[in-house]
């Protein structure tokens, strides 16, 4: 795989992202079709909690704490995306301290000073995420909770590298661990991201000092999939498999 840079990726795609999107800031989010934190409540009340989001983008999440009365900060390696969220805290009239860096290294928050490390659709495109998850317990204090969510694995299957696009029949194998590069939407911005299959996850969490407390693959709303795989579009299978998955995991000591 060629080498990418993905801060200078994020860079190029952040305006496009954040327009697509337009994520708003009332509560946070796991991801398209996902049910929202306000509903799941995987987090509990959050007022007076200490929350730490990793790879937090635009922002909105972390804003979404501070508004609910956190102490949040946000750390993510792209500018022009820590250039929006700090305008859009502005804009909110919130303080939310947002930090450049990568997930491998949190080095700038002290140990053991968070209840709550989040991340929403951030992790796969981290390249050494056994290091990011002994990060994540490192700065969590004892019985914290992290909280992450991602494309679910089994949507990888269905990605074909020569051309760039899903396909009708799984065209790559779960149990393929290497990395997968493909370009952000109609930016031809090229990206990589990395698989790990569910067992990987669990086996991850557990060598970095993480219990599992809950995995939810939420079932999109009902009409959602009739915009994108319609049942007369040659794609319509894929409707049948879920598009996220949620770890729920808290710090054993």
Request: hydrophobic fraction near 45%; proline fraction near 7%; aromatic fraction near 12%.
């Amino acid at each position: 795989m060629a080498y990418i840079d993905m801060r200078t990726a994020w860079n190029q795609v952040a305006a496009h992202y954040q327009r697509r999107h337009a994520i708003p800031t009332d509560s946070a989010h796991y991801g398209p079709w996902a049910p929202l934190e306000n509903e799941l409540r995987l987090l509990g009340d959050v007022s007076g909690r200490r929350i730490l989001e990793v790879g937090c983008g635009g922002g909105q999440c972390s804003i979404a704490f501070a508004r609910q009365g956190a102490t949040a900060a946000g750390i993510d390696p792209s500018d022009a995306q820590l250039d929006h969220a700090r305008q859009l805290a502005a804009q909110e009239g919130v303080v939310v301290e947002f930090i450049r860096g990568a997930a491998e290294d949190l080095g700038y928050f002290a140990d053991r000073a968070w209840d709550i490390v989040f991340s929403a659709y951030a992790f796969q495109y981290v390249a050494d995420m056994p290091a990011a998850l002994r990060e994540c317990a490192r700065v969590l204090q004892p019985q914290g909770r992290l909280v992450f969510s991602l494309d679910h694995p089994f949507r990888d299957c269905f990605f074909d590298f020569e051309e760039n696009d899903v396909t009708l029949y799984p065209a790559r194998s779960y149990f393929d661990h290497s990395p997968m590069t493909w370009t952000f939407s109609d930016t031809g911005v090229w990206m990589h991201s990395y698989h790990h299959t569910l067992a990987a996850w669990i086996d991850m969490l557990a060598e970095a000092g993480f219990r599992l407390a809950r995995l939810l693959e939420p079932a999109p709303p009902a009409e959602a999939p009739d915009e994108i795989w319609p049942y007369d579009d040659p794609l319509s299978s894929l409707r049948h498999i879920p598009p996220t998955v949620i770890f729920v995991a808290e710090k054993a000591k």
